[in-house]
């Protein structure tokens, strides 16, 4: 079935750091991707998507590209600050049965040091 | 008010009682979720509304019971529940057939079972 994995956490980072965080799918079709990011205490908020192969999304500094060919959505950061840290949730999209669905993968959570 | 909102943040209950758990949202969505969320575990999809009518029931268990008396509404019902019943139940809302994927997600309630 429909699944997305996602690396284990925590990921501990200093301030300015590269990130990385790897997430792959899989799907039947093509599914549109998203990473969600949630804050302490907070629910989860859409950070960005990608629709379609080759797209890249981008947002507040954060970008992810959908690659077919390697069924993968890796989220990325050049330089991370204290505020970034949360968790990350990497999403697969389906129209199923006349609704929307989207299959969550287990969270990566990043934590940011001055 | 906004968005997504979730009522009661935090529940504490026995395992003999009955509580509610309620969800409203002011964005004009006509689609809406329950979603439990529990340590190291993906967000697990139970239960979807599309045009108030229960599109998707993913195997929860019957002490769980859902109800969305209009589009803007959704409460989970909960009646005689198990200690690993205990986690945070997301709600959110989505426009089916607009923009794809796009759940827009409340702070959660805290559920802790004794």
């Given at each position: 079935?429909?699944?997305?994995t996602?690396?284990?956490?925590?990921?501990t980072?200093?301030?300015?750091?590269?990130?990385?965080?790897?997430?792959?799918?899989?799907?039947?079709?093509?599914?549109s991707?998203?990473?969600?990011?949630?804050?302490?205490?907070?629910?989860l908020?859409?950070?960005?998507?990608?629709?379609?192969?080759?797209?890249?999304?981008?947002?507040?500094?954060?970008?992810?590209?959908?690659?077919k060919?390697?069924?993968?959505?890796?989220?990325?950061?050049?330089?991370?600050?204290?505020?970034?840290?949360?968790?990350?949730?990497?999403?697969?999209?389906?129209?199923?049965?006349?609704?929307?669905?989207?299959?969550?993968?287990?969270?990566?959570?990043?934590?940011?040091?001055? | 008010?906004?968005?997504?909102?979730?009522?009661?943040?935090?529940?504490?209950?026995?395992?003999?009682?009955?509580?509610?758990?309620?969800?409203?949202?002011?964005?004009?969505?006509?689609?809406?979720?329950?979603y439990?969320q529990?340590?190291?575990?993906?967000?697990?999809?139970?239960?979807?509304?599309?045009?108030?009518?229960r599109?998707?029931?993913?195997?929860?268990?019957?002490?769980?019971?859902p109800?969305?008396?209009?589009?803007?509404?959704l409460?989970?019902?909960?009646?005689?529940?198990?200690?690993?019943?205990?986690?945070?139940?997301?709600?959110?809302?989505?426009?089916?057939?607009?923009?794809a994927?796009?759940?827009?997600?409340?702070?959660?309630?805290r559920?802790?079972?004794?």
């Amino acid at each position: 079935g429909d699944s997305v994995t996602q690396m284990e956490g925590p990921v501990t980072l200093s301030e300015e750091a590269f990130l990385t965080i790897n997430c792959t799918y899989t799907a039947t079709g093509y599914p549109s991707l998203f990473w969600y990011v949630q804050y302490p205490g907070e629910g989860l908020q859409l950070l960005l998507k990608a629709t379609k192969a080759d797209d890249k999304g981008s947002n507040k500094g954060f970008e992810a590209t959908y690659r077919k060919e390697t069924t993968s959505f890796h989220l990325e950061k050049g330089s991370v600050q204290v505020s970034d840290s949360a968790v990350y949730f990497c999403a697969l999209f389906i129209f199923s049965g006349g609704y929307n669905k989207l299959i969550f993968g287990a969270g990566t959570r990043l934590a940011v040091h001055p | 008010e906004t968005g997504v909102t979730q009522t009661p943040r935090h529940l504490v209950m026995g395992m003999t009682n009955k509580k509610s758990l309620k969800c409203e949202q002011h964005l004009g969505h006509n689609a809406m979720y329950w979603y439990k969320q529990s340590a190291k575990k993906p967000l697990e999809l139970m239960f979807v509304y599309s045009l108030e009518e229960r599109v998707e029931n993913n195997s929860v268990p019957s002490r769980f019971s859902p109800e969305c008396p209009n589009s803007s509404h959704l409460f989970l019902h909960l009646h005689t529940l198990q200690p690993e019943d205990s986690a945070l139940y997301l709600c959110a809302s989505s426009q089916e057939r607009g923009l794809a994927g796009e759940l827009f997600f409340g702070e959660g309630s805290r559920l802790t079972v004794l």
